[in-house]
């Protein structure tokens, strides 16, 4: 007689409803439509994922990344993920079972996800952050120290300077990693709204040294990314929060979009709008470094674009940084009277420059709008085609060695 066919294991792709902030990227991004939602979950449909990893590095949280083996008979239905408050524990598997690690990944798919334009890890000296240590489930009450709009009084982006009091809570924040803040009451179906990103704009010392403080920048949403009006919950929120006021938040987020460490590298910023946050942090850490008297061999260049001057966060402290600590270049593209610039139009101008440092010990961040990305890596091929730099293996080399860092929004 022949023995029972041993139990067939699945490596099941699965969300943790604790830590996800249903920011839909994974939706947008899985390439055979794996995922889906419900007003409570983002879940993995097991018979469709095929563990290609796309999802893996654009999810801003990490909670996209857990995977359990399972009896193939047994595996979690989108009903059971979507019923989640918590993920469940990795069971005790039967004695006989035999692990085929299914989805049996097609190595075309993986590839394609290893060519993300982002990096799965942080610089190599980047240092160690500390990651979640406020959920969904016990959050940190944070009070508001200040709130101060960036943008002039006639711009027509509130963009606002936020700071934020962790009280005596340990709360560290490296450059580069994110928060999300929860904003008070219900969402049209009655469910409590779900919590919203925001990049720290300080620097790991804090926004003011010695205080146990970081800063945001907000942009009030008004208008969707049609153009058409909306009033954004969770920005208006923040944009209206009053001195003393609380915040309920959770983090912090991030693991890979990370400053490296090392005095010689060189660190070249591409943002626009909001995505100015992060840029602050890192600069404001290189200044006290440096002004604290910590030799940096490293250069630091940013391309930074906005509507008009008075419409760029941070236009008045960034015009008093000297050219020797950081080299600045603006676009602006709705000055009256002068042509439309954008920050992939000044990195063209100054492709040399570009290429120059791309050719060095450098790390490349890229953040804001969504839109911006695509013409963003176009003119950085270009600028090293110029150079005579070959671009896909550069773009490769630097993904892999945890060098390039995208976060649009
Ligand atoms: C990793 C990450 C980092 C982020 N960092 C920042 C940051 O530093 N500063 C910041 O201001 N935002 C940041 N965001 C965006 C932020 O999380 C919110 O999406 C944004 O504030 C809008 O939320 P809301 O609740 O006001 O709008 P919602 O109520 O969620 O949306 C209202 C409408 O506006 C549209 N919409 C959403 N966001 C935008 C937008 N940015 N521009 C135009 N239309 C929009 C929506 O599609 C919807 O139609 C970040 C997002 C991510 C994923
Ligand atoms: S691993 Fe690939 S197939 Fe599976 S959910 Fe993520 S993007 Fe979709
Ligand atoms: S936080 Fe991650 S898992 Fe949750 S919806 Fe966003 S991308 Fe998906």
């Known amino acids: ?30 390439p055979v439509d794996a995922i889906t939602h419900d007003g409570r979950n983002y879940v993995v449909k097991v018979e469709i994922c095929n563990g290609c990893n796309a999802c893996i590095s654009p999810c801003p949280t990490g909670s996209i990344d857990h995977w359990r083996l399972v009896p193939r008979s047994q595996a979690y239905s989108i009903e059971d993920q979507f019923s989640w408050d918590e993920l469940p524990a990795q069971a005790e598997l039967p004695a006989d079972a035999a692990a085929t690690m299914l989805p049996a990944v097609d190595e075309t798919l993986q590839s394609n996800a290893a060519r993300s334009p982002s990096s799965a890890n ?3 000296s980047a240092a160690q952050p500390s990651l979640q240590l406020f959920t969904h489930k016990s959050p940190l009450n944070a009070t508001v120290a200040g709130n101060f709009r960036l943008t002039a009084a006639d711009a027509e982006a509130d963009v606002r300077h936020i700071v934020l009091d962790f009280g005596t809570h340990f709360f560290p924040l490296l450059e580069g990693q994110t928060i999300a803040v929860t ?19 300080s620097p790991r010392s804090g926004e003011r040294e010695g205080y146990n403080n970081a800063s945001l920048t907000v942009k009030r949403v008004t208008v969707d990314h049609e153009g058409r009006p909306a009033r954004g919950v969770a920005s208006n929120y923040l ?5 003393g006021d609380t915040v309920q938040v959770t983090g912090p987020f991030g693991d890979r979009f990370l400053m490296p460490n090392h005095p010689g590298s060189n660190i070249l910023m591409i943002c626009t709008g909001t995505g100015s946050a992060p840029m602050r942090a890192m600069t404001e850490h290189r200044r006290r470094l440096r002004a604290a008297g910590k030799a940096l061999a490293g250069r630091l260049m940013l391309f930074f674009g906005a509507r008009r001057p008075e419409e760029l966060p941070y236009f008045g402290p960034l015009a008093k940084l000297p050219p020797e600590f950081i080299d600045t270049t603006l676009a602006f593209s709705r000055v009256p009277g002068q042509p439309r610039a954008y920050v992939q139009d000044r990195m063209r101008e100054r492709a040399r420059d570009v290429a120059e440092l791309l050719a060095g010990d450098t790390f490349v961040y890229i953040c804001g709008l969504k839109g911006m990305e695509t013409g963003v890596l176009q003119a950085l091929q270009e600028a090293c085609t110029l150079a005579g730099i070959d671009w896909p293996s550069l773009h490769d080399r630097y993904v892999n060695e945890g060098r390039f860092h995208v976060e649009t929004y």
Do not use: F
């Open 1 to 30: 007689m022949n023995a029972p066919a041993p139990v067939e294991l699945i490596r099941q792709h699965l969300i943790d409803p604790e830590v996800c902030i249903r920011c839909n990227t994974c939706e947008e991004t899985c």
């Open 122 to 124: 942080a610089p190599w």
């Open 183 to 201: 904003p008070p009451g219900n969402d049209d179906s009655g469910r409590p709204h779900t919590p919203r990103m925001y990049s720290i704009a």
């Open 239 to 243: 944009c209206d929060l009053k001195k």
